[in-house]
């Protein structure tokens, strides 16, 4: 009897020191991996510079880069948690070479998954009833498993619908600051000796973001509170959003409504089957439609509103029956204070016009401190916030080489980078990888200056350039059907036909895009309508440009009065 009791002590002690060890040999296994790549580059670094041939380097360039990939995979595939979102940053098409994305891609989803039992003791303690009490049926294999917890289909007993339940992996919370904490010093280490960007508040700030993703009872908040301000705010919703079963969300748990679709990173291989050409007329419709609704969806959520979601990696978007666009995840939001959101729109502004001087300023408001000794620093201060906080790609060029000796990221230095604004920055980030991805190259801050301008308007900080108007929640435009053909807010229109004139009515709020920004009288048509019940004079002047080119259209209309 003692014999058995000693045995089961020393098994107790072994599996607490074994816990307590835990943390210390992860850390051991990063710091090694780690240095093994970074001092590869750094002798290859040596070796290449002995090259003459550009066509030799490039080889070897392409070969470092497949070594090195195979290595980043490894650690990040073996260490898993946090190391599977350092893969979702680092594995993008626009930023990482593309041994390194052929190989991280793979990975958003290739969490492993926690066995079933200690799935269903997490259940039962957390919802307190057991699973057949409350599911009618419960798929014992997930649907997929992220670093952070993993999903089910289910269907609730007496409910014809099925639903997903999230459920957290037990203790990885604790392994998941460890890796953070490693990555914070890695970081030091490297803004020290070779990158002049503050890379420590970048990861203070995931540290702060990835603490909330394990309280689920946020993320049932910050899901509704989306999904209503997305609603709310469009005819149709751009993105969908899960509905969350209040009555079943705990910290651990959450419980929402199945969506149906395909995940995009498999949308070329579902259009192969369907008999659709991937790189025909079809595909690129449909790719510039989810697009188009991503870039509206976080233009809104960042600019107008401020709270957003901030993990738009490829595993989080669903394509949905019609090119819907479906936004899962919401473990990651950011709520931006005015003043960081105002200052990004007054951003926003600079990068579409090209403008250094106003790109400059906005630095200063953001608090985004930067040092320089290069002869015209304030166009590489654009071109920096252009790499930073835009997604479009110079002509030419397919990937983004931030820490090259040419790129702004080298002649700017960044020593103080507001820990809140990287929320914003991985954002784009992400969209931009989504968008080379798709083969399309377009400009977030073009397509989001309407809203950018709605905000600064709204903020009172824009009355000295907006015509007045006696009614400020309509205004009236012609030719609906030409105009509605290319526009970036089609979906977002609200109309009214008023009478025989075939003439639509717009919430003001709506059509940012058409509102007139600058008073060239030079170039404006005056059109006089009468009726019985209304007068109205209608203002109108369009550049060369498309009319989904938000920036290029500027619309003045004038309401005399209306009575509808």
């Known amino acids: 009897m003692n014999a058995v009791a000693s045995r089961f002590d020393f098994t107790e002690i072994q599996e607490k020191v074994s816990l307590h060890l835990r943390p210390w040999h992860r850390s051991f296994q990063f710091w090694v991996r780690a240095a093994d790549i970074y001092t590869g580059y750094k002798v290859f670094q040596v070796r290449v510079s002995f090259v003459k041939d550009v066509q030799k380097q490039e080889a070897m360039w392409e070969r470092q880069h497949e070594l090195a990939a195979d290595k980043i995979y490894a650690m990040c595939s073996d260490l898993g948690g946090f190391f ?17 994305v052929k190989k991280l891609v793979s990975l958003c989803d290739q969490a492993p998954a926690t066995p079933f039992d200690a799935v269903q003791l997490v259940l039962e303690k957390e919802l307190g009833r057991s699973i057949g009490e409350i599911f009618e049926k419960f798929d014992v294999n997930p649907l997929g498993s992220a670093s952070i917890a993993q999903v089910h289909r289910a269907r609730l007993r007496g409910d014809k619908n099925d639903i997903v339940v999230k459920v957290q992996h037990p203790g990885v919370q604790d392994l998941m600051m460890t890796d953070i904490r490693n990555l914070q010093a890695f970081a030091l280490y490297m803004q020290k000796t070779d990158i002049e960007f503050d890379l420590y508040s970048v990861t203070k700030e995931m540290e702060k973001q990835i603490g909330y993703e394990f309280d689920f009872l946020r993320e049932a908040n910050a899901m509704e509170r989306i999904r209503h301000f997305l609603y709310e705010n469009n005819k149709k919703a751009p993105v969908l959003v899960p509905r969350v079963l209040q009555d079943l969300v705990t910290r651990r748990v959450l419980v929402m409504e199945y969506i149906d679709g395909i995940p995009i990173l498999n949308l070329g291989d579902e259009m192969a089957k369907r008999g659709i050409n991937p790189g025909g007329k079809m595909a690129a419709a449909a790719k510039q439609n989810i697009l188009k609704s991503l870039t509206l969806a976080y233009g809104q959520m960042i600019l107008k509103s401020g709270f957003f979601h901030a993990d738009p990696h490829p595993g989080n978007i669903l394509i949905c029956k019609g090119s819907e666009v479906a936004l899962l995840d919401y473990g990651q939001v950011k709520d931006l204070p ?16 090209n403008d250094p001087v106003k790109a400059t300023e906005s630095y200063r408001e953001l608090g985004i401190d930067t040092v320089s000794s290069c002869e015209n620093e304030q166009q590489e201060l654009l071109c920096l916030a252009q790499t930073m906080f835009d997604t479009k790609l110079p002509a030419g060029v397919v990937m983004l080489q931030p820490f090259s000796e040419d790129s702004s990221i080298k002649k700017i230095g960044v020593q103080s980078f507001p820990e809140e604004l990287f929320s914003v920055l991985r954002t784009v980030h992400l969209l931009r990888g989504l968008s080379v991805g798709l083969g399309i190259n377009y400009s977030c801050a073009e397509q989001w200056r309407p809203i950018a301008e709605e905000a600064l308007y709204n903020a009172g900080r824009l009355k000295d350039s907006w015509p007045t108007f006696p009614n400020p929640h309509h205004f009236v435009v012609l030719n609906y059907d030409e105009l509605i053909v290319n526009s970036t807010f089609k979906d977002s229109i609200h109309s009214l036909k008023i009478h025989s004139f075939g003439v639509l009515i717009y919430d003001f709020h709506k059509l940012w895009a058409m509102v007139f920004r600058r008073q060239q009288a030079n170039r404006v048509d005056m059109h006089q309508f009468s009726n019985k019940s209304q007068s109205i004079a209608i203002a109108s002047s369009l550049t060369g440009r498309e009319f989904d080119k938000a920036a290029e259209i500027y619309i003045y209309m004038y309401l005399q009065s209306m009575h509808i």
């Not at 599977?84 to 390194?100: F, N």
């Not at 005015?338 to 016009?353: E, F, I, K, S, T």
């Open 338 to 353: 005015d003043q960081l959101r105002l200052g990004y729109a007054n951003l926003v502004l600079a990068m579409a016009d």
């Open 84 to 100: 599977l979102k350092v893969a979702q940053i680092i594995g993008k098409p626009d930023l990482a070479p593309a041994a390194w």
